[in-house]
């Protein structure tokens, strides 16, 4: 393997030179300079990343720490199209990505700077970390950038991706009112997801907007889990069989819905239509398909790797990127559509 002592020998000049030649100091000969780089490439030199991280402080490197990488979670494949987001931006701008996955036991065995540190990324993107989790506080004031898929905190070193979720929400409900649609329950998620709360308000607004009541005891929390959404809807058909409709704040959880319906000997959307949000790639393949909200969870990733490499070179205007969601009919809840 070529050295810098190999390509200052080649070249007679000092190891000192090479380097700030290579590194593309200022106070070298562009003769001498380029003579370096020529030697360089005829030896076949590779400069260690890690060890030009070291003389300059920076690894051009960003760590995406994900929590909740599980097995049941491979289903709805949000994290691997943000993962692919991140990754496809890292490789346009020459970085690299490290990937953490995170439970609670290793973080209370390791601190989110230390993790960074060892693993020496310049910043990091946080992906399915939950509102109340004790990792955030301590992420936010960490002076190592990063950025938050999904939750809203903004400082000089934080910013965050999410999609307009509210207005998603809304966009669900208005699409069921449309179709005549006015006894609608809403299976969300958990209380400490930021787009949890931000859905359940948008619900809210679009049943007030079309003068429909919002009844409290028509909203269950479904965990984000297929069973559980399913355990639920068949609780509030059963205690509430005028709904007639229903918003999940999931595509799993509204799948689990559609096969409550099912047991229940009910038709989908004949006798319930059901909504969705995210659209997974299951959700076109389901039978009946199912309608929903799509977000661009690669994009998000995209602009989450952006944004922090914009951080980290002192280019971000904003710490803040909100993205679109777009309606997609499907049939369960419009009849007969293709």
């Avoid at 910043?123 to 939950?130: E, K, P």
């Avoid at 639920?232 to 999940?248: M, Q, V």
């Avoid at 398909?289 to 205007?317: D, H, P, R, V």
Wanted: charged share 25%; proline share 2%.
């Amino acid at each position: 393997m070529t050295t810098i002592k190999d390509i200052a020998k080649a070249a007679g000049v000092s190891i000192t030179t090479v380097s700030r030649a290579l590194n593309g100091y200022s106070d070298v000969n562009e003769k001498t300079r380029q003579k370096i780089i020529d030697i360089a490439k005829q030896l076949n030199y590779s400069p260690n990343t890690l060890a030009r991280g070291l003389v300059m402080n920076k690894s051009k490197t960003i760590g995406l720490l994900v929590s909740g990488l599980t097995r049941e979670s491979a289903k709805d494949n949000f994290t691997f199209e943000v993962l692919a987001g991140v990754n496809q931006y890292v490789g346009e701008v020459d970085y690299d990505m490290v990937l953490f996955s995170t439970t609670s036991t290793k973080q209370r065995e390791k601190t989110y700077t230390q993790l960074c540190r060892e693993r020496r990324v310049d910043g990091a993107i946080l992906q399915g970390i939950r509102v109340d989790d004790p990792y955030l506080q301590e992420v936010v004031e960490s002076d190592i950038p990063c950025v938050l898929i999904d939750i809203p905190i903004e400082s000089e070193t934080v910013g965050y991706v999410t999609t307009d979720n509210v207005l998603g929400a809304k966009k669900a409900v208005r699409h069921l009112v449309e179709l005549g649609h006015k006894c609608i329950a809403m299976i969300n998620g958990y209380e400490y997801a930021f787009v949890s709360e931000q859905r359940l308000k948008g619900f809210k607004e679009a049943l007030f907007e079309a003068d429909l009541p919002f009844y409290e005891h028509w909203v269950a929390n479904g965990a984000f889990k297929e069973e559980q959404a399913e355990q639920e809807a068949i609780r509030l058909l059963t205690e509430y069989p005028d709904i007639t409709a229903f918003f999940c704040a999931s595509d799993l959880m509204a799948l689990g819905v559609m096969k409550a319906v099912k047991q229940l000997g009910k038709r989908v959307p004949d006798d319930v239509a059901v909504i969705g949000y995210d659209d997974i790639i299951l959700a076109s393949y389901a039978t009946p398909t199912l309608s929903t909200i799509a977000q661009n969870k690669f994009a998000m990733g995209y602009e989450a790797a952006k944004l922090l490499i914009q951080m980290l070179e002192g280019k971000a205007q904003s710490h803040v990127r909100i993205l679109e969601t777009e309606l997609k009919m499907r049939e369960s809840t419009v009849k007969n559509h293709k």
